[in-house]
């Protein structure tokens, strides 16, 4: 008789492999599941989507028709489209005509221009409504591009602009006379940053700050050193969020490699939590405010404005019992908690994000309008997240530098803001806030909703964004009625408004005013005509159905 010992042996080899296994397949599913479900929670699969959407563009005649208008609705809108053009041709000559050549050796310029609307759509739209991308003055809450026009400033200045372009142009002209002395002298450190250091500290309520010359440098630099210290891989970033353009916090589309370190989850989600409290790889997690207004979700911008499905929420409590899970489970599990303050740093609150909605982190990272109107990166951290070598260990380092870190100027014009901002005169200007850009919002919904036009605002404070509340493959077009209008916005159209919180009562009934115009005329010239029968999810459809024929006619 055989022994049955070799096959004891070779069961109990195969219940020892799959002891081993199953937990590593457990914590994949509990990954998995903690995905966001969209394209936008799952960076691997939004990469391939991506390159599998085909080029095409609508004739003349079927640009105007793409959601099956009658004849009469069509012609209406292309008179309306070229009625619109002549407009543009008229009132931005010269921009225009800097804008084209600029464009033709700015790569920047090359790109926005063709990313303002669906590329179905795109070359009309750059041939008939193409935009000035040149601004000669600014003068309260107004600029005045090259052809003299004056817009009311809705770009915020991708959201340097928190309290009014005449703010940072004193702050500037006050740093530059006191760094003359010194002058572009790098390496030393001007006197003055002793100052900002100081309260860097109280504001942010850590123990120690590091200088980088961008926001995208400063968020780089946290997220080494919470490496560095935890000596583990992983960074969490949520779904839709921006932290710069670094590979690590961009791991799908516009990203050419993909990165292996980043774990993409979903916000919000106690599936998320469970993952922070189960796993052992990872070092920190990236939070950045300004998705409160659309968790889990793409900066919004009329690129992608292919239908009606935008939206947007904010729901201070429900973001603060979030924040404060967030922070239980990394304190639990030793997890650096990184605010990346960049955009909304000192914009809804003077002590920022942290302060609004109640919960600390470990790190928080600054920019864009802290060194008035000048270009800044800060990292701000406890004390042992923010050493940069080891003391046992001499040649075990955590480097980081850069030739224009804590530049005179932009420390001196750091230090004109910072002390504007820690005057009590001038925190009045937060007093209200909430409440005053709450009341504006809902009073243009109001309006818009009492005039019947399928439009209206979102907003985190004073960061606005347009949805619409009828389907539609037009909406994108309304970007152009509000320019008309005298309305700037940056180069995302409607997916961003970003007001400075120097508007008066009577600047923005202005503004109000102008915008409810716009909606009107862009309903008058039939954009917003549908049937009955249209919804969103038939819009998808259609387009799916062009995108297929595209690539079987390749």
Known sequence: MDSPLPILSLSAAAAASAAAVFPKLKARLA?????????????????????????????????????????EIARQRKDAFFALARLYEERYARGRQMTAEAAARISDLQFT???????????????????????????????????????????????????????????????????NALGPVLG????????????LCEISGLDEVSFHMSGTEAVMQAVRLARYHTRRTHLVRFAGAYHGW????????????????????????????????????????????????????NAPGDSALVDSSRSGHFDRAAYSQWLTSLREACTERQIVLIFDEVFVGFRIAAG?????????????????????GLPVGVVCGRKQLMRRFRDDSPADICFARGTFNSHPYVMTAMDEFLSRLASPNFRAVYNGLEETWNGRAKALNDRLAAAN???????????????????????????????AEGLALSWVGTGRLIFSLNYTAADFAEVEGRFVAAAEKMKRDGWWWHEASLTDKNIRRQILKEMLAGVFSR
């Open 31 to 71: 990954l998995s599941r903690a995905k966001h479900r969209s394209l936008t929670g799952h960076s691997k699969m939004s990469r391939r989507v991506t390159r599998l959407i085909p080029f095409y563009e609508f004739s003349i005649d079927d640009f105007f028709r793409s959601d099956g208008a009658p004849p």
């Open 188 to 199: 030393p450190y001007h006197p003055v940053i002793t100052d900002n250091v100081r309260r």
């Open 453 to 483: 036009l399928p439009v209206g605002v979102s907003n985190l404070s004073s960061i606005w964004m347009v949805h619409y509340t009828e389907p539609s493959r037009y909406n994108w077009m309304f970007q152009y009625y509000l320019r």
């Open 352 to 372: 920022g994000a942290q302060e609004y909605f109640g919960v600390r982190a470990d790190m928080v990272t600054y920019g864009k309008s802290l060194a008035g």
């Open 246 to 297: 670094w590979g690590d916090v961009q791991p799908g589309v516009g990203n050419p490699v993909s990165p292996h370190e980043t774990y993409t989850l979903a916000e919000m989600s106690e599936r998320t939590l469970h993952v922070l409290r189960t796993r052992r790889d990872i070092a920190c997690v990236l939070v950045n405010p300004l998705q409160a207004l659309h968790p889990n979700a």
């Open 113 to 179: 221009e063709s990313y303002r609307v669906p590329f179905q759509y795109s070359r009309l739209v750059r041939e008939h409504l193409s935009t000035s991308a040149f601004v000669q003055s600014s003068a309260g809450v107004t600029v005045t591009d090259v052809d003299g026009n004056v817009s009311y400033d809705l770009t915020g200045s991708y959201g340097v602009n928190i309290f009014g372009n005449d703010f940072y142009k004193e702050c500037i002209h006050e740093a530059e006379t006191r760094a």
